[in-house]
Antibody, heavy 117, light 106 residues
Framework: QVQLQESGPGLVKPSETLSLTCTVSGGSISSYYWSWIRQPPGKGLEWIGYIYYSGSTNYNPSLKSRVTISVDTSKNQFSVKLSSVTAADTAIYYC???????????WGQGTLVTVSS | EIVLTQSPATLSLSPGERATLSCRASQSVSNYLAWYQQKPGQAPRLLIYDTSKRATGIPARFSGSGSGTDFTLTISTLEPEDFALYYCQQRTNWITFGQGTRLEIK
């Protein structure tokens, strides 16, 4: 069955750029929307943005100036970059299948990213 | 931004009882309301989408209802594995989540 797996550094320094990749296995990335969601430790869920397999994107307005989501269909992967991070960006980052036109029906296990010097 | 307010924040019940969780939206979300279950150390799992449609593999004891701005998740007969955190989510205007309801064992 289709599975999602996040990967990337678990520690990022303040003011640097957080970069994560989600690998989709067991199925094609095509014909679906793909989202990034984050959850600060002990807190609720925040949608970061999504990308369609064709490359069109939509971002949370509160993060839009710092976020870029991209897709590599040849590798069945999509990625997120968040620039100028601060301690407030410390969170578990999840990738998921779905967006505003499709429910978030499949999630990765999540990866904790800590922003600290 | 559409704000989702969940109530109660914590619900204390016993196995075998019926659970009713509420989600109120600051403006209409049509029927694009979903419910997720999250257990400690795990990713959220989709339970209900489009107000009342059960996701694949979700037991029939989970049901959703509502419209416009007021929605309910009902668990008809609580099983031990149902005690967890529950979030509602809308996808009408961007994507936003409620703050969660913790369902704990009484």
């Amino acid at each position: 069955q289709v599975q999602l797996q996040e990967s990337g550094p678990g520690l990022v320094k303040p003011s640097e750029t957080l970069s994560l990749t989600c690998t989709v296995s067991g199925g094609s990335i095509s014909s679906y929307y793909w989202s990034w969601i984050r959850q600060p430790p002990g807190k609720g869920l925040e949608w970061i943005g999504y990308i369609y397999y064709s490359g069109s994107t939509n971002y949370n307005p509160s993060l839009k100036s710092r976020v870029t989501i991209s897709v590599d269909t040849s590798k069945n992967q999509f990625s997120v970059k968040l620039s100028s991070v601060t301690a407030a960006d410390t969170a578990i980052y999840y990738c998921a299948r779905g967006a505003d036109l499709q429910p978030l029906d499949l999630w990765g296990q999540g990866t904790l990213v800590t922003v600290s010097s | 931004e559409i704000v989702l307010t969940q109530s109660p924040a914590t619900l204390s019940l016993s196995p075998g009882e019926r659970a009713t969780l509420s989600c109120r939206a600051s403006q209409s979300v049509s029927n694009y309301l979903a419910w997720y279950q999250q257990k400690p150390g795990q990713a959220p799992r989709l339970l209900i989408y489009d107000t009342s449609k059960r996701a694949t593999g979700i037991p029939a004891r989970f049901s959703g209802s509502g419209s416009g701005t007021d929605f309910t998740l009902t668990i008809s007969t609580l099983e031990p594995e149902d005690f967890a955190l529950y979030y509602c989510q809308q996808r009408t205007n961007w994507i936003t989540f409620g703050q969660g309801t913790r369902l704990e064992i009484k």
